[in-house]
């Protein structure tokens, strides 16, 4: 078991604003947000405020948005489209076998060594191509009971030496709650390592405070946290303080992001993002192929231009700087590479 280095007590520069109340003043509603960006001449294409997902998006993010450009890539990853109501064969509800692998409540065990848990059922943003926009969190919340059906879980399975927090987002939780399953994980002794996947720090990067980088920083485990962004002009110095604070944690960070139709199926865009990534001390992992869940077939980019924009990396770019391009397919042993 590996202990935490002095580094993991450093949390610098830790952000004033409280991410709780940050998070309450997130942008809910779809005109407010296009009177933010001089754009209500486009509220009458907006679809009905009921219509399922709803629209939330941190003001910090929205402030990284071009002001009256209706094609910024940030707005596009976050704004409701009528074209999401349209029944597209093929685009499902649960489109990468999610309830197939789950083993336990908020338990889904996919690939060899690693289970993955359902932490939360809360997001800062809402991303319009989200996998998991339909998945049915009520039921499958693993920290529910102070993570009790996770941690049985974990302990009968001793082939399982990462546990991977996902969600929704698992930094919605309170550090409280991440402290509860750091005294449970402590009873684990075959979990070597802890992988965190989360947006928070780049569209709320005030979650990545003291309290938080003090209790992973501690933690005695290998620590993995992946972020997601999709666009370089998602990263700003808000992003960069928050990622370095990560780093002080002794976690390695990554990134995955998923290629999305006009917002950065661009060979330029996607360079620019992993350099912007690496200035910011973090490595491009994953690029995914949209994953083909109801409402986000609008957002798909073709295998073969998918292929190609890659390839358009790889000459451009140092081989540690372009992404993974994978697809995941439920029931497989590992994510597919194209
Ligand atoms: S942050 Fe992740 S889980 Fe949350 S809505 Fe976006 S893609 Fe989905």
Same mark, same amino acid.
């Given at each position: 078991?590996?202990? +935490?280095?002095?580094?993991?007590?450093?949390?610098?520069?830790?952000?004033?604003?409280?991410?709780?109340?940050?998070?309450?003043?997130?942008?809910?509603?779809?005109?407010?947000?296009?009177?933010?960006?001089?754009?209500?001449?486009?509220?009458?294409?907006?679809?009905?405020?009921?219509?399922?997902?709803? $629209?939330?998006?941190?003001?910090?993010?929205?402030?990284?948005?071009?002001?009256?450009?209706?094609?910024?890539? $940030?707005?596009?990853?976050?704004?409701?489209?009528?074209?999401?109501?349209?029944?597209?064969?093929?685009?499902?509800?649960?489109?990468?076998?999610?309830?197939?692998?789950?083993?336990?409540?908020?338990?889904?065990?996919?690939?060899?060594?690693?289970?993955?848990?359902?932490?939360?059922?809360?997001?800062?943003?809402?991303?319009?191509?989200?996998?998991?926009?339909?998945?049915?969190?009520?039921?499958?919340?693993?920290?529910?009971?102070?993570? !009790?059906?996770?941690?049985?879980?974990?302990?009968?399975?001793?082939?399982?030496?990462?546990?991977? @927090?996902?969600?929704?987002?698992?930094? +919605?939780?309170?550090?409280?709650?991440?402290?509860?399953?750091?005294?449970? @994980?402590?009873?684990?002794?075959?979990?070597?390592?802890?992988?965190?996947?989360?947006?928070?720090?780049?569209?709320?990067?005030?979650?990545?405070?003291?309290?938080?980088?003090?209790?992973?920083? +501690?933690?005695?485990?290998? !620590?993995?946290?992946?972020?997601?962004?999709?666009?370089?002009?998602?990263?700003?110095?808000?992003?960069?303080?928050?990622?370095?604070?990560?780093?002080?944690?002794?976690?390695?960070?990554?990134?995955?992001?998923?290629?999305?139709?006009?917002?950065?199926?661009?060979?330029?865009?996607?360079?620019?993002?992993?350099?912007?990534?690496? +200035?910011?001390?973090?490595?491009?992992?994953?690029?995914?192929?949209?994953?083909?869940?109801?409402?986000?077939?609008?957002?798909?980019?073709?295998?073969?231009?998918?292929?190609?924009?890659?390839?358009?990396?790889?000459?451009?770019?140092?081989?540690?700087?372009?992404?993974?391009?994978?697809?995941?397919?439920?029931?497989?042993?590992? !994510?597919?590479?194209?």
């Amino acid at each position: 078991m590996i202990t +935490a280095s002095p580094a993991a007590r450093i949390t610098p520069d830790a952000p004033a604003a409280d991410w709780r109340q940050l998070w309450r003043e997130a942008v809910t509603d779809a005109g407010e947000l296009l009177d933010l960006l001089g754009l209500q001449h486009l509220a009458g294409q907006l679809p009905p405020a009921d219509a399922g997902f709803q $629209l939330r998006v941190p003001r910090g993010f929205v402030a990284r948005m071009r002001h009256g450009d209706p094609r910024d890539p $940030l707005l596009l990853q976050v704004l409701p489209q009528l074209v999401e109501l349209d029944e597209v064969p093929g685009f499902v509800t649960d489109a990468v076998g999610d309830m197939a692998a789950r083993e336990a409540r908020g338990v889904l065990h996919k690939y060899h060594g690693r289970a993955l848990l359902i932490a939360s059922g809360s997001c800062a943003i809402n991303c319009r191509y989200c996998f998991r926009r339909h998945f049915p969190y009520g039921e499958e919340m693993a920290a529910a009971g102070q993570w !009790k059906q996770a941690l049985e879980h974990l302990r009968q399975d001793p082939s399982i030496s990462e546990l991977i @927090l996902s969600g929704g987002d698992p930094l +919605a939780l309170a550090t409280t709650k991440l402290e509860e399953l750091g005294r449970g @994980l402590a009873e684990l002794p075959q979990v070597i390592r802890l992988r965190i996947h989360s947006r928070l720090p780049v569209v709320l990067p005030e979650r990545i405070d003291a309290a938080f980088t003090g209790w992973l920083g +501690a933690l005695p485990l290998q !620590k993995v946290v992946v972020l997601h962004a999709n666009h370089a002009n998602e990263l700003d110095a808000s992003v960069d303080a928050a990622c370095a604070r990560l780093r002080a944690t002794g976690a390695t960070v990554l990134n995955q992001s998923v290629l999305l139709r006009g917002v950065n199926d661009d060979a330029d865009a996607l360079a620019e993002l992993s350099e912007r990534l690496f +200035a910011a001390g973090v490595l491009p992992y994953y690029l995914h192929q949209l994953d083909r869940v109801q409402g986000a077939a609008h957002f798909e980019v073709d295998d073969h231009r998918a292929l190609v924009l890659v390839e358009a990396l790889r000459t451009h770019l140092p081989g540690y700087l372009v992404p993974r391009l994978v697809r995941e397919v439920g029931g497989d042993a590992s !994510k597919r590479p194209l």
